[in-house]
């Protein structure tokens, strides 16, 4: 598993920045979407903050989300607050 300083080189900045929890984020793994079009609608894997294919460059891995599931990952099919759309993604 690699570290988040390595997941941190992935932004474009090159900055290392504190993440955010999951429920702070207010990120929410969404089971029934996860094989679904990901390309359309809020999820994580047409954000800019996505580092494909488990991680966001400012929400932290594990934790709970926003309904106490745990995880170790960001799924492409979660969602959260801060969404900002990857035009290279996004249909």
Known sequence: ??????????????????????????????????????HTGYFCYNCTYFIKDTHCAIVHDSGPDVNGTKSEIIAPYGVCTLWHPNEGEVR
């Open 1 to 38: 598993m690699e570290s988040d300083a390595n997941h941190n080189r992935n932004i474009p900045t090159g900055k290392s920045y504190p993440k955010l929890s999951k429920a702070t984020s207010g990120y929410l793994e969404i089971e029934h979407f996860k094989h679904a079009d990901l």
